[in-house]
């Protein structure tokens, strides 16, 4: 990607089940100029979680003092822990011409909109095919009891009925074409004439010459 021009935020929200990792991995993975949003959170970490890669791991009083020093692009409590997006991040990352991938909620998402400009956020809400293949995906995981199952689906009703606050829909019912979806939309996004990725004026400027 051209260092010139600035970088956007790209939020991508989706209930959990709906692929929305695999997503954001293919991402990471296949395209350049793009910068995963290490989030702040009060949660212990798992087997494997590596502080500052993972998330930045701090204490509730550390992360409920960067709430007063408005140190956070949004934050959420979610199930009594604490996450939040850091706004020194963000406007570094930016300003140096990378877009910043944010995995979010839609409150988060309302969060970032109300204190950005629209044209330095691009919102992409990822929804499964259908409530009865979200509900077998997550059973398919056999990582959670019913209880917990059931509250996720709960959370996925609360989360799809926002579609319409979201710039761009990907119904992930076949993984290889919402990869290409998701690409297409990054690298729309990258040729919008604001943003300046390739060195227009220069080439606009060698014509005005030849008058």
Not at 11 to 31: N, Q, V
Not at 67 to 79: D, S, Y
């Amino acid at each position: 990607m051209s260092s010139q021009g600035r970088g956007f935020v790209l939020i991508l929200s989706a209930p959990s089940g709906a692929g929305k990792g695999t997503l954001a991995s293919h991402l990471l993975a296949t395209m350049g100029g793009i910068r995963w949003s290490v989030s702040t959170t009060t949660r212990s970490p798992r087997p494997g979680e590596v502080d500052g890669h993972s998330y930045h791991f701090v204490d509730t009083a550390t992360f409920r003092s960067r709430i007063e020093q408005g140190a956070f692009l949004e934050w959420a409590e979610v199930f009594g822990n604490y996450y939040g997006t850091e706004q020194s991040y963000v406007a570094q990352a930016l300003a140096q011409g990378e877009d910043v991938l944010l995995d979010i909620d839609w409150q988060g998402a309302r969060q970032i909109r109300a204190k950005m400009a629209a044209d330095e956020v691009v919102s992409v809400s990822i929804l499964p095919p259908s409530r009865q293949v979200l509900q077998e995906r997550l059973i398919g995981r056999s990582s959670d009891d019913p209880q917990v199952i059931a509250r996720r689906m709960a959370q996925a009703g609360e989360e799809i009925a926002h579609w319409q606050e979201y710039d761009y829909l990907v119904v992930n019912d076949d993984l290889s074409r919402a990869c290409q979806d998701i690409t297409a939309i990054i690298t729309a996004e990258r040729l919008k004439r604001q943003r300046e990725r390739v060195p227009v004026r220069t080439i606009v400027a060698t014509f005005a010459e030849e008058k």
